[in-house]
T-cell receptor
């Protein structure tokens, strides 16, 4: 079993839809949770991060962490064609250096 | 400022040949990581350098893979006797300190194709 599970998709939605992306994990030591966005032929770029449980909002993006369920989510409101990319969840025990990444979900937002 | 750069951007090689991939991290970043990204597999950790400490090589898949970091800056990932299963995108990242809530900044990757 992988430490982090993420549905690779692809996920196709119409412009303006609310998108929900999710990951589950097995290691309860993870404390720092991140979402990276990766455009085609580019490296991943940090989009949002949260520390421990709770919600964090940044514009159209909301990240949620439920440590009791070992489940993290990224919501995108009013999705745009420019949001079309692969979204990777990532997590880390802040006492260490190693970041574990999900497989990434490919998102297509159709105009 | 300049981000992480990698070269070459694409590399096509024949099975059995050796390849060298280069990474130039962000100036002042003490931590450097190499990852491998295969289709649908996410990012697989390969090796981690932090300052002058011995690198963590726990992710290298075989002894055909090696990496070095000279002068705490530029890093080279070498794959000897390449196999078709080595075909992937090789990503380099750097960060300020390499632990805690440090942000990793990724380069664009080198797309390796082994024929």
């Amino acid at each position: 079993q992988k430490e982090v599970e993420q549905d690779p998709g692809p996920l196709s939605v119409p412009e303006g839809a609310i998108v929900s992306l999710n990951c589950t994990y097995s290691n309860s030591a993870f404390q720092y949770f991140m979402w990276y966005r990766q455009y085609s032929r580019k490296g991943p770029e940090l989009l949002m991060y949260t520390y421990s449980s709770g919600n964090k909002e940044d514009g159209r993006f909301t990240a949620q962490v439920d440590k009791s369920s070992k489940y993290i989510s990224l919501f995108i409101r009013d999705s745009q064609p420019s949001d079309s990319a692969t979204y990777l969840c990532a997590m880390r025990n802040t006492g260490g250096f190693k970041t574990i990444f999900g497989a990434g979900t490919r998102l297509f937002v159709k105009a | 400022g300049a981000g992480v750069s990698q070269s070459p951007s694409n590399k096509v090689t024949e099975k059995g040949k050796d390849v060298e991939l280069r990474c130039d991290p962000i100036s002042g970043h003490t931590a450097l990581y190499w990852y491998r990204q295969s289709l649908g597999q996410g990012l697989e950790f390969l090796i981690y350098f932090q300052g002058n400490s011995a690198p963590d090589k726990s992710g290298l898949p075989s002894d055909r893979f090696s990496a070095e970091r000279t002068g705490g800056s530029v890093s080279t990932l070498t794959i000897q006797r390449t196999q078709q299963e080595d075909s992937a995108v090789y990503l380099c990242a750097s960060s300020l300190e390499g632990w805690g809530t440090d942000t990793q900044y990724f380069g664009p990757g080198t797309r390796l194709t082994v024929l």
